[in-house]
């Protein structure tokens, strides 16, 4: 997996990429213009969606860091064994924006599309232009476990609320990703180090993992998002969640204020005081996940899908761990077991597919008690299911994100602003990718991205979303 999801709204622009995506989705009488009538069957117990029990389901997945043996080994067998005469077909894809992008040009796209990746579709323009499917008739049925239980009560509400647009569900986020700084359990046994819970005791770590001859810190540097999602963590946890909704909301100075600016200062430190990896600023994510199997590096800021996406290539007794990110001082508006967690790889149903209801009831089957669980085992990550239970033989990583998740408890971190303004996304990564080497203040950090969050403000042909 890259970096932070960011699926933005179109612009109307030149007629290339989203823009032809959007041009197609507004074309009157167009190819992608009025929807076809949806191909529905008989509603009964086992089919409460009235599915056509005889039409098509594609599902799309992105092949990335959690592979797509999870669809044909565990979700698709389940679905076919009470829709077993369902026209299944399965396609993955690490590209998948274009490989989908010509077919909603073309009013054909597919049921089912995981949505991730570098190249994910921009689901805002999905939604603007009638594209995606309202998932409220799948949130309104009964559950797969259990016909008293509908779908909505076995979710946890915050993958509702990241699926949704303007209150109205369109995506389905399958993961419950977990942030925070990344390490080795054998490493930091070996050495009688500590996971720091402030800044001051993680710089002071800092310097012991140097004098032991191993770099400190690195992270993508291609890719910021994996630091900058650590500095907005931080933020939020000294601040209070009024930091992240105020940035959200595009409130006035809302990047200025004083936990956005500690906490980049803070972060800007491991460069200056020379704790980052040598080269990191060359590095993309698979490339700082391999220095740190070497032992070359301590601790990467990442999320709960680096156990997976490593497993073929870290040594067997890695014994990958995970902390939050420490907080700025010790006494925080939030507690410093506080996490960034996001509901993520989201799943979305195209609502001018051949048979959408389909698409719908293969979600329904993925968020049963026993898809997520295999899931999880599968794939050594948490879902945003409520009672799927991990296996006995989880991975310490996994382990590790569950207790972290566990201590939380309600303080969970997350923003919407990247994911509602391309804009915004693409100036916290330049921006930070130029703090992170010493190329401008944390002052100058804030004082750039307040500037884009004005300019988007003031931009009325850029939809405005709120929190």
């Given amino acids: 997996m890259k970096d932070l999801s960011r699926r933005q709204l179109l612009r109307g622009a030149a007629l290339t990429g989203t823009g032809l995506l959007a041009a197609a989705c507004a074309m009157p009488g167009g190819a992608a213009g009025t929807p076809k009538p949806a191909m529905t069957g008989a509603i009964s117990a086992t089919n409460p969606l009235g599915i056509d029990e005889t039409g098509p389901l ?7 860091g959690f592979g797509d043996a999870y669809a044909t080994e565990i979700h698709e067998p389940m679905f076919l064994s009470r829709h077993p005469k369902v026209r299944l077909k399965h396609v993955s894809t690490k590209e998948i924006s274009g490989t989908l992008q010509p077919r909603f040009v073309g009013g054909d796209p597919p049921e089912v599309i995981n949505n991730d990746g570098a190249q994910a579709l921009d689901l805002a323009a999905l939604v603007q232009g009638g594209q995606a499917q309202d998932l409220t008739p799948l949130l309104e049925a009964p559950s797969w476990d259990d016909p008293g239980k509908k779908v909505r009560e076995v979710l946890l509400p915050a993958a509702i609320e990241a699926g949704s647009f303007d209150g109205k569900p369109y995506s389905l986020p399958y993961v419950f990703m977990i942030f925070g700084f990344w390490y080795s359990g054998k490493l930091f046994a070996e050495k009688g180090w500590k996971p720091a819970t402030t800044w001051d005791e993680f710089l002071t770590l800092c310097g012991e993992i140097k004098k032991a001859g191993i770099a400190p810190f690195a992270y993508a540097g291609k890719y910021p998002g994996y630091v900058w999602e650590a500095i907005l963590t931080m933020a939020v946890k000294h601040g209070g969640l009024d930091v992240m909704r105020n940035v959200d909301n595009l409130e006035d100075g809302a990047w200025k204020v004083d936990a956005l600016r500690k906490a980049a200062t803070a972060f800007g430190e491991l460069h200056a005081k020379g704790y980052l990896l040598q080269g990191t600023e060359g590095l993309n994510h698979t490339e700082s996940q391999t220095r740190q199997n070497g032992y070359e590096v301590a601790v990467i800021p990442n999320g709960s899908w680096l156990e997976n996406e490593q497993k073929k290539v870290a040594p067997a007794d890695f014994g990958y761990a995970m902390s939050p990110v420490p907080a700025l001082e010790a006494a925080e508006a939030l507690p410093n077991t506080a996490l960034h967690a996001m509901p993520g790889a989201g799943f979305l149903v195209a609502s001018r597919s051949k048979n959408p209801q389909a698409g719908m009831e293969y979600l329904r089957t993925m968020v049963s008690s026993e898809g997520a669980g295999k899931y999880s085992g599968l794939v050594s990550t948490l879902t945003t299911v409520r009672d799927a239970v991990l296996p006995a033989d989880a991975r310490p990583g996994l ?24 804009e915004i996304a693409t100036e916290l990564d330049a921006a930070t990718g130029r703090l992170m080497t010493g190329g401008i203040t944390a002052d100058q950090w804030a004082e750039r991205l307040q500037r884009k969050a004005d300019a988007v403000k003031k931009d009325s042909s850029i939809k405005k979303f709120s929190r």
């Fill in 58 to 64: 594609e599902i799309v997945i992105f092949d990335g």
């Fill in 399 to 422: 382990k590790s994100a569950a207790a972290a998740l566990s201590a939380a408890g309600t303080g969970l971190v997350n923003w919407r602003v990247h994911e509602w303004y391309k």
